[in-house]
């Protein structure tokens, strides 16, 4: 298990934006969903699409690839072509900062 990376701080990082930040090989996507945190990994189960930057809404997020779309809370796929969830990683504000880490 990695230790955790350093995101951004909560003025980087507002209602409705996201950023990605990386732990080792594993692209995170972070969002920020009305002031929740939710982290994901940038890689669509369909066929490998970025997901950061494809249109939210709501809780999900579409890849623009294919269309398929995940649940930012839990990676549940909400709609095909994509079947498998993508994987969720935990998020904490500390030091003023926000925090993931990929912890598979
Ligand atoms: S790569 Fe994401 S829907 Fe196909």
Redo the contacts with the bound molecule.
């Keep these: 298990m990695s230790d955790w990376v350093k995101v951004g701080t909560r003025s980087e990082l507002l209602p409705g934006e996201f950023r990605v930040a990386w732990d080792g090989d594993t692209a995170i996507a972070v969002y920020n969903i009305d002031g929740e945190l939710h982290a994901i990994e940038d890689v ?1 189960t ?4 970025e997901l950061a930057g494809g249109p939210v809404i709501g809780h999900e997020v579409e ?1 623009v ?4 779309r995940f649940d930012l809370r839990t990676g549940g796929v909400t709609c095909p ?2 079947y498998e969830p993508v994987a969720v990683f935990p998020v904490k504000e500390e030091g003023g900062f926000i925090w993931t880490r990929d912890d598979r």
């Design positions: 669509c369909h066929d490998g699409g890849c690839r294919h269309g398929a072509p994509a």
